[in-house]
């Protein structure tokens, strides 16, 4: 898989960005098929930062109701990567 794939996208919340600021770790929305590996040199070839540790979760989808009824929002892989102490990702 190509880089562009494996990161679909860096996820910027209250508690990312505050763990990006403080201890170097940023988190984005992975494709589910990717393993840490590829998650690691897909980061370092996009940003060109040195990881130095990867971790991964798979979110379980959660029911959503519309006016047509129930229906189910699909599981989400989410990874947070530890960045070298030297090394920075600037998102905005």
Not at 48 to 57: I, P, Y
Request: charged share 35%; aromatic share 8%; net charge positive.
């Amino acid at each position: 898989m190509e880089a562009t794939t494996i990161i679909r996208k860096p996820l910027v919340t209250e508690k990312t960005t505050f763990a990006a600021g403080s201890v170097n770790r940023f988190a984005f929305e992975v494709d589910r098929r990717a393993n840490k590996q590829q998650i690691k040199r897909a980061v370092e070839e996009l940003y060109g930062v040195r990881v130095l540790s990867v971790a991964t979760q798979v979110r379980k989808g959660s029911l959503r109701r519309n006016k047509a009824g129930w229906f189910r929002v699909g599981n989400e892989k989410r990874a947070v990567v530890k960045l070298h102490a030297e090394d920075r990702i600037e998102l905005f």
